[in-house]
């Protein structure tokens, strides 16, 4: 049964140089696609991203709103592109603030100190870009840790939105565990977002573990995408009693998995 699902990636190829999920990511829409499900794609708009050579044009009618970020404004610029070959459409999520560094997530002198903040905007921005445009996904997928605040975002600012109401959601692990924590003021900035929920103390301490562990409890299907996913991280989600989809070869019957896997939730 086709269904409309919506991909949350950290990365895709071929915007980002290949790593293991900037590649499966890629495979995972087009195949996807193919088995005639409906399909929305969202990605940051990382400043090393050539808009010229890979076409990125913004889309006017889904640009110019503000989010505030821990009471400060940031626009919201959405860019599209296609990739041609694959016949998959992405949408960019972009911002002067957060998005204009030649790099991804750290650079020569380091982590950025506001990837919470980014990460935040990113999800903020993907969920109301998607209700503007009146689409009902039945599955949203989240790739990469960057994409964590996403189904917490669903499960409670999100919770009332019509397009929102049914929607399962699918975290997948990857190697891409961080090291250190995000910034000190992580939760609180996510309570300041509407969120309130006792298991928020895990984000005291805002470790690369506890986000992830944090998210899978929002889950409704966790997949092991890489095969060096963070050993404590994959065992947390083994033990979770959800749904487990373990790392699947990028062949046509991977594909197929991950459709009979989206279909069982």
Not at 125 to 153: D, N
Request: proline share 3%.
């Amino acid at each position: 049964m086709a269904g409309k699902i919506l991909y949350v990636c950290q990365e895709i190829s071929p915007y980002l140089p290949e790593s293991e999920q900037s590649v499966l990511c890629r495979q995972l829409v087009q195949a996807m696609q193919e088995r005639g499900n409906e399909i929305r794609t969202f990605m940051p708009r990382y400043g090393c991203i050539n808009e010229r050579r890979n076409q990125l044009h913004e889309v006017i009618r889904l640009s110019g709103g503000n989010l505030i970020i821990d009471d400060n404004d940031h626009q919201l610029i959405i860019k599209v592109a296609s990739i041609p070959a694959a016949r998959v459409q992405i949408y960019f999520i972009d911002n002067d603030d957060y998005f204009t560094r030649k790099a991804v997530l750290s650079d020569d002198e380091g982590w950025f100190a506001d990837n919470d903040e980014r990460a935040i905007f990113f999800a903020r921005g993907v969920l109301e870009t998607v209700e503007r445009l009146r689409w009902s996904p039945s599955i949203v997928h989240c790739h990469g840790w960057f994409s964590a605040v996403v189904p917490i975002y669903l499960k409670h600012r999100f919770a009332k939105v019509n397009v929102f109401r049914d929607v399962k959601i699918v975290v997948s692990l990857y190697d891409d565990a961080f090291a250190g924590t995000l910034d000190a003021g992580f939760r609180a900035k996510i309570e300041h977002e509407g969120v309130q929920d006792e298991r928020l103390k895990i984000l005291d301490d805002p470790s690369y573990q506890n986000l992830m562990r944090f998210v899978m409890d929002y889950a409704d299907g966790i997949v092991l995408a890489s095969q060096n996913v963070d050993a404590v991280t994959a065992e947390y989600a083994r033990r979770s009693g959800k749904p487990v989809l373990e790392c699947q070869a990028p062949e046509a019957e991977g594909f197929d998995n991950y459709n009979k896997f989206y279909e069982e939730l």
